[in-house]
């Protein structure tokens, strides 16, 4: 069984919910990215940035300590807090500009929240030279100065998104605009598995090399395959990243850790799946958090990365036909998992990263001593460290 078939579908989600106007557009990345999978030079190209530039293969290291203290099955992590700017996302920016730069774009955009993906763009983008535009929501430029300053830094023009609730939504529905009408000279990277097809596609795709490395690793470190893998899902990229090639293995569990913010009950969370139900939102078919009426609804959580009202296409999917469980954790649980692998293991993980942890925490204790976990280190924590220092001062 092939997903997604044609048309974009994973079983009944995904497809291409888009103006008129982006139908060529989508089309011709589809074509571009499908001859670009099988073209072995522009393959050996990424490879090679991936590694020289990126710093892949990032590495799978034994949590010795985090084991020691969880007294349960033994816990691996994949270090994608060690790949250059500090997350998985620049592995799908280079594709997609490597890409870009095939097709003929010059300029590149791209939405961003915390500004990850918009930090990871606008580094990608100073080095092959394209002209970049970030969209940001002014709410989140206020939130996260520092990176709109790195933006800056990089060459990249950062606009402010004014509208709605002033957060990645709006910022997304900006840069889908800005596609719309410089759709010749522009290629739109999005950050995450989510979108119109070919998106969820191209960025698992680009995503997946996290479980082949994973695979290869735990498979030389521990002589067999895991028995779970945990990781965060906001779009899903990291998630699906690391799942994808473990999927054909059933005795593989696996787990996608959403925020759950104040708790689902609460109403304040981005659980789509605990608190969603099927609808089209930013381009496709997918679990979103909306109101009686259908419309979106605001979402909450400590991790901007999280924060979002849809997931991917194909994470809906995995939830449907039960070979992907999906979790939440509330905000505090992800500033107790925070803490745990910073005092632990000595590395501070991103909020998003310690959504996975803090799972990690309830979960482990109740499996058996000779079983293998591996969670996602999605990406580091440098650019949480001052919310969080507000949070734990606020306690005491
Ligand atoms: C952006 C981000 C996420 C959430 O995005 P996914 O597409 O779900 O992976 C998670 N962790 C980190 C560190 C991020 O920067």
Redesign the pocket.
């Known amino acids: 069984m092939k997903m997604p078939d044609r048309r974009g579908y994973f079983g009944a989600f995904g497809g291409r919910f888009v103006p008129e106007t982006l139908i060529p557009a989508l089309q011709a990345l589809e074509r571009e990215f499908a001859e670009a999978r099988r073209n072995r030079r522009f393959q050996a190209e990424l490879r090679d940035y991936l590694h020289n530039y990126a710093g892949r293969p990032t590495a799978l290291t034994f949590a010795s300590e985090l084991t020691r203290f969880l007294g349960g099955a033994m816990v691996y992590l994949k270090r994608?807090?060690l790949a250059f700017t500090?997350?998985?996302?620049i592995n799908n920016c280079l594709g997609q500009v490597l890409l870009a730069r095939k097709m003929g774009k010059r300029r590149v955009i791209a939405e961003t929240?915390?500004g990850?993906?918009g930090v990871a763009t606008a580094t990608v983008a100073a080095k092959f030279g394209l002209e970049c535009v970030i969209y940001m929501g002014e709410e989140d430029m206020n939130r996260q100065a520092l990176n709109v300053f790195r933006m800056e830094l990089l060459g990249a023009t950062v606009i402010p998104v004014r509208s709605g609730s002033r957060t990645l939504k709006d910022a997304i529905d900006e840069a889908m605009r800005d596609w719309v009408t410089h759709v010749g000279d522009t290629h739109y990277v999005l950050?995450?598995?989510t979108g119109p097809h070919p998106y969820p596609l191209m960025?698992r795709e680009f995503?997946r090399v996290i479980g082949k490395e994973a695979k290869r690793q735990i498979l030389r470190a521990a002589g067999r395959l895991p028995d779970c893998l945990i990781?965060?899902?906001?779009?899903?990229?990291?998630?699906i990243?690391l799942f994808y090639d473990f999927l054909p293995h059933r005795a593989v569990r696996m787990v996608g850790v959403e925020a759950g913010g104040l708790g689902v009950k609460s109403g304040k969370h981005a659980a789509r799946f605990d608190g969603g139900r099927p609808g089209i939102f930013h381009g496709s078919l997918s679990y979103v958090i909306q109101d009686a009426a259908g419309q979106v609804r605001t979402t909450h959580s400590v991790?901007a990365?999280?924060d979002y009202a849809g997931v991917?296409p194909e994470h809906s999917y995995l939830q449907q036909s039960g070979r992907v469980k999906y979790a939440s954790v509330t905000d505090r649980e992800a500033v107790e998992g925070f803490r745990l692998l910073s005092e632990t293991e000595g590395i501070i993980?991103?909020l998003?990263?310690a959504h996975a942890v803090a799972y990690a925490r309830k979960a482990i204790p109740r499996m058996r001593k000779n079983q293998l976990v591996i969670i996602n280190i999605?990406?580091?924590g440098d650019k949480d460290v001052e919310t969080v220092k507000g949070i734990i001062k606020a306690r005491t």
């Not at 500090?86 to 996302?89: F, L, S, W």
């Not at 990781?231 to 998630?239: D, E, I």
């Open positions: 994608e807090d500090g997350a998985h996302k929240g915390a990850q993906h950050g995450t598995v960025v995503q990781a965060c899902v906001g779009g899903g990229s990291n998630a990243g991790s990365g999280l991917g993980p991103a998003e990263t999605s990406g580091r």
